[in-house]
């Protein structure tokens, strides 16, 4: 009786260990059809908006890198409280529709059971996959935050040195490659103008364009954002890989090579001592940048992490739950 009891107590405990982290396959016995369901969403989307990669890649970064991969970048500004959506930097964060259309799927399949942040990390793994990027297996068990505050929302800008991006990223726990390899994801979408115009025509107050970017994309650049600055729903829009603009390949990394990065980060990513000898073995190789960039797209989606009983799965991932009125919140 007692040994029962003492076994109960035990697996128990190790049950909790193992569900308190992430691991693949998390959501085989709660909810089998959770991945497809994603899936199906996602290649839907896909066969019609091929950006929808580029902005997916985008949400799942700046929603780890606020308050760790928790979905606190779906919460919508309430009259009270102004969430991270509304802060400066998520500016064009786009895509919040399919997410809640993976999450009504979800919620009629298997009601309260897969996160949204979960949601995110999985659709963007299967839009990489789709735009011709690797497919890979990335561990779930997140949980959703109850916290979004855009004043919180402090993300690297498009001007920095590689050397002041890296803390960014060390800060989060990855290193100045992966944050060279998660660059890469600039190999799909669009910057607009205002991010990269002060490079087309009076470059630090020289009367010139950036003398690292090719003068014929600068002068056909010129051509399409003008010297003006505009506000951003009216501001024109470039791709950031001028080859393969919807494609996840190694592209990205011959075009900065080639003079071609749209903004100043992602040139001085091929110039910097710091990362430009990982770049060059990136551009030359594509089944390694492939491979490294699903495994640092794996790192991002652990940084900070909710999991066990932390947080809560939202019904809703544009809303907390409410609060029950005794009830554990976590
Ligand atoms: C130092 C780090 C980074 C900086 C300074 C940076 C900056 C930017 C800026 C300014 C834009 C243009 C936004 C617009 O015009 O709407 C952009 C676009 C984009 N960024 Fe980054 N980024 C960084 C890292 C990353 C990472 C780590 C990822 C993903 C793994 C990422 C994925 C993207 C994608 C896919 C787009 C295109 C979005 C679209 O087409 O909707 N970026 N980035
Ligand atoms: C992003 O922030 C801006 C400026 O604060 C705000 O006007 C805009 O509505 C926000 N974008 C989204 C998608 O919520
Ligand atoms: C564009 O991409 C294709 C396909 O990957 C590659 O073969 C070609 O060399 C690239 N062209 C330029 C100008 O970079």
Redesign the pocket.
């Known amino acids: 009786m007692e040994m029962k009891i003492i076994f109960f107590l035990l697996s128990f405990t190790i049950f909790e260990l193992s569900s308190a982290q992430l691991r693949v396959g998390f959501y085989s016995s709660s909810c089998p059809r959770a991945e497809s369901i994603v899936k199906q969403v996602v290649q839907q989307r896909f066969r019609t908006d091929r950006s929808i990669t580029a902005a997916l890649l985008r949400m799942h970064f700046h929603d780890c890198f606020v308050r760790g991969c928790d979905a606190s970048i779906l919460i919508d500004?309430t009259k009270s409280k102004s969430s991270e959506?509304?802060?400066?930097p998520?500016?064009?964060?786009?895509g919040?529709e399919l997410i809640d259309e993976a999450k009504r799927n979800l919620e009629a399949a298997c009601p309260s059971t897969v996160s949204c942040a979960d949601i995110i990390t999985l659709a963007t793994r299967d839009a990489v996959a789709s735009a011709g990027g690797p497919a890979y297996n990335v561990p779930t068990g997140r949980r959703d935050g109850r916290v979004s505050d855009?004043s919180e929302v402090n993300l690297p800008g498009p001007s920095l040195s590689i050397s002041d991006a890296a803390q960014f990223f060390t800060a989060k726990g990855l290193t100045l490659n992966d944050m060279v390899v998660l660059l890469g994801a600039h190999t799909v979408g669009v910057a607009h103008c205002g991010f990269f115009q002060d490079r087309l025509s009076d470059f630090q107050g020289s009367g010139k364009p950036d003398p690292t970017m090719d003068p014929a994309l600068a002068a056909r650049l010129l051509r399409i954002c003008g010297a003006q600055s505009r506000p951003l729903n009216r501001d024109p829009t470039v791709f950031l890989d001028q080859n393969t603009s919807f494609i996840v390949d190694k592209q990205f990394y011959n075009q900065i090579r080639s003079r071609k990065g749209i903004m100043q980060i992602d040139q001085e990513l091929a110039l910097d001592k710091l990362s430009a000898p990982l770049v060059s073995r990136l551009a030359a190789n594509d089944a390694l940048f492939q491979q490294s960039f699903a495994n640092a797209m794996i790192k991002m989606g652990r940084v900070e992490v909710l999991v066990g009983r932390a947080g809560e799965i939202r019904k809703n991932c544009r809303v907390f739950n409410p609060t029950k009125p005794k009830g554990r919140t976590g």
Do not use: H, I, P, Q
């Open positions: 500004s959506k509304d802060a400066g998520n500016l064009t964060v786009r919040f855009s």
